[in-house]
T-cell receptor, first 114, second 111 residues
């Protein structure tokens, strides 16, 4: 079972460069989201999507763009990378159930901006 | 808004010791509660969950009980192993699909 797949796992960028973190899920979940993880701050929500064609901002959206053209894919774009975006990024998709939702995470993408 | 407060680490234990990591929450409605574990260099794995009051989630010897009266979801394990060394996150899922995380607790188990 593939679950949630993120690429790349590691990336080093120079300040001002752009890049896209890819995320795909094969569970047909409507809801997907991106989080960033920073030391001592837990995980914070960047952007989320409730279905194809629909996206919205989370807690820390500045500097990031997303799109959701298909149910499966939810890429995260950094248009002009800054050192403050050095972090670990997690993509997630949500399984909805009457007994409570469960969120599944990808393996993470370690990004360093120099 | 929703919030999660969990025990600050790091926590260092000897093998076979008893583990408790405290987690309390603030939320409207009836959230689901989760514990996630992150092993060194890896992503987040769902450890256990509970979806309503008095539910007990359990997995790999870990347990946590959803206590609505004390708004708590403390993680416990009776006998930890070196392989349990990881960062543990308590999280709350509200009526939508998003999670609110605690800041994480680093657990180190020494042989």
């Amino acid at each position: 079972n593939a679950g949630v797949t993120q690429t790349p796992k590691f990336q080093v960028l120079k300040t001002g460069q752009s890049m896209t973190l890819q995320c795909a899920q094969d569970m047909n979940h409507e809801y997907m989201s991106w989080y960033r993880q920073d030391p001592g701050m837990g995980l914070r929500l960047i952007h989320y999507s409730v279905g194809a064609g629909i996206t919205d901002q989370g807690e820390v959206p500045n500097g990031y763009n997303v799109s959701r053209s298909t149910t499966e894919d939810f890429p995260l774009r950094l248009l002009s990378a800054a050192p403050s975006q050095t972090s670990v990024y997690f993509c997630a998709s949500t399984q909805r159930a009457s007994g409570g939702n469960t969120i599944y995470f990808g393996e993470g993408s370690w990004l360093t901006v120099v | 808004g929703d919030s999660v407060t969990q025990m600050e680490g790091p926590v260092t234990l000897s093998e076979e010791a008893f583990l408790t990591i405290n987690c309390t929450y603030t939320a409207t409605g009836y959230p689901s509660l989760f514990w996630y574990v992150q092993y060194p260099g890896e992503g987040l794995q769902l450890l256990l969950k509970a979806t309503k009051a008095d539910d007990k989630g359990s997995n790999k010897g870990f347990e946590a009980t959803y206590r609505k009266e004390t708004t708590s979801f403390h993680l416990e394990k009776g006998s930890v192993q070196v392989s349990d060394s990881a960062v543990y996150f308590c999280a709350l899922g509200g009526s939508n699909y998003k999670l609110t995380f605690g800041k994480g607790t680093l657990l180190t188990v020494n042989p």
